[in-house]
């Protein structure tokens, strides 16, 4: 997994700091070699002492940081590093890491770090799900840091939530999966990936849309970015920041998508389809808002098809190029996948159930089923969409090299 890897292991103030002990080892017996980072809010749980035995390393502390012997440790560590993992993660430690802050061994060491970077958060649910947290938690995501999502279970406080740190195991096969020392497989490909819900205007002040967050697009989009391809993100309005270093076109209705993916895609060596666009728009818009009155108990909407953007890229699409499409499903789900696949021509079609609670829309997991037009499929676990989204990139990588 990790052979002859310098991974260095920030260890933040947490009840759950204890179980870092056990991943330094687990990352040392995947092959690693292993440094550790305590933070003072970390060395109440656990000792400097424990790390320097498992790991024969001087761990790097907050009463060691900075002396006047005329090294600079925090920044020797940061070029050591092939790997930075943050585990466990407080809600503190998430905002001085996504707010840039340099105050002290754990953030400063961070800073200086160019290495691909992991942040595992554990914290009482209430400040998980809290709007600071979560501003900070996709702050780090667009700025290129994988964050895995808590698990949902019993906390320090006696009740259960999410929030609680994932098993050291659990860990280690993410960031495998990650892939973050892999090739750079897309380089010199242009990408587009599409992402969020479409919105088809009933008036001014009202549309139609769906439950998409966009976040399995963008972290396709990031994913295709690390992976070394140029890419263009066509989005729809989102909650999230956009990866860095690329290129974003903001769209609202599946009109605007498909002018936007036509118009590029002759240019482009894929296109990712992880948009979810309406299959029906009103056949007018009202120029202005549509009042409630005495006289109409009732609104009637006449809708109509939307543009299918599959099946007009299919009518231009190239022998060399790939097209991958997503089927967001409720019931049958091989079954309508398979159909998609091949109306649309596609080369991959990824299926999820978009009817469970836990993975899909909004969530921060997914499960998918890759659909190949042998009739071949593939179902991944449950896993983080930035795992998703690697193991999706590593097929198109495959699929553009076939071609």
């Not at 809600?91 to 961070?110: E, K």
């Amino acid at each position: 997994m990790f052979e002859e890897k310098h991974i260095t292991l920030t260890v933040g103030g947490s009840v759950a700091s204890y179980k870092a002990a056990t991943l330094a080892r687990d990352l040392q017996r995947a092959g690693a070699d292993v440094r550790v980072v305590l933070t003072a809010a970390a060395a109440k749980f656990i000792t400097a002492a424990t790390f320097a035995a498992l790991t024969k390393h001087p761990v790097l502390t907050e009463t060691g940081w900075w002396q006047a012997d005329g090294n600079i440790d925090h920044i020797e560590l940061a070029d050591w590093t092939d790997l930075a993992i943050v585990a466990p993660a407080s809600a503190n430690l998430m905002a001085q890491l996504a707010n840039g802050l340099a105050d002290d061994a754990a953030s400063a060491t961070w800073l200086a770090t160019a290495a691909p970077k992991v942040v595992v958060p554990a914290m009482n649910s209430h400040m998980w799900q809290a709007p600071a947290t979560q501003r900070n938690y996709h702050q780090l995501q667009a700025d290129g840091v994988h964050v895995l999502t808590p698990a949902t279970g019993a906390l320090a406080e006696g009740y259960s939530g999410q929030g609680r740190f994932l098993e050291p195991a659990d860990i280690v096969t993410q960031v495998d999966g990650l892939a973050l020392f892999g090739e750079q497989t897309l380089a010199g490909k242009s990408v587009i990936v599409t992402a969020g819900g479409t919105r088809e205007r009933l008036d001014p002040v009202r549309f139609l849309t769906n439950d998409s967050s966009g976040k399995m697009g963008y972290a396709v989009a990031n994913a295709a970015r690390q992976a070394g391809a140029t890419v263009t993100l066509i989005t729809a309005p989102t909650n999230l920041t956009a990866p860095a270093g690329v290129t974003v076109v903001p769209i609202q209705s599946t009109t605007d998508l498909s002018n936007a993916v036509l118009e590029r895609f002759p240019k482009a060596d894929a296109l990712v389809m992880a948009a979810a666009v309406a299959d029906f728009q009103p056949e007018t818009t009202a120029d202005q808002k549509i009042k409630k009155t005495p006289a109409n108990d009732e609104l009637i909407l006449k809708l109509k098809k939307t543009p299918d953007i599959l099946k007009q890229v299919a009518g231009i699409k190239r022998p060399d190029q790939v097209t991958i499409g997503f089927a967001a499903e409720t019931q049958n789900l091989l079954a309508n996948g398979q159909k998609k696949l091949a109306s649309k021509s596609l080369d991959l079609l990824a299926a999820n159930d978009v009817s469970r609670k836990d993975i899909g829309f909004n969530g921060d997991d997914n499960q998918v089923t890759f659909i190949s037009p042998d009739g071949s499929t593939d179902q991944t676990p449950k896993a983080s969409k930035a795992i998703i989204a690697t193991a999706l990139v590593d097929r198109l990588a495959q699929l553009l090299v076939k071609k």
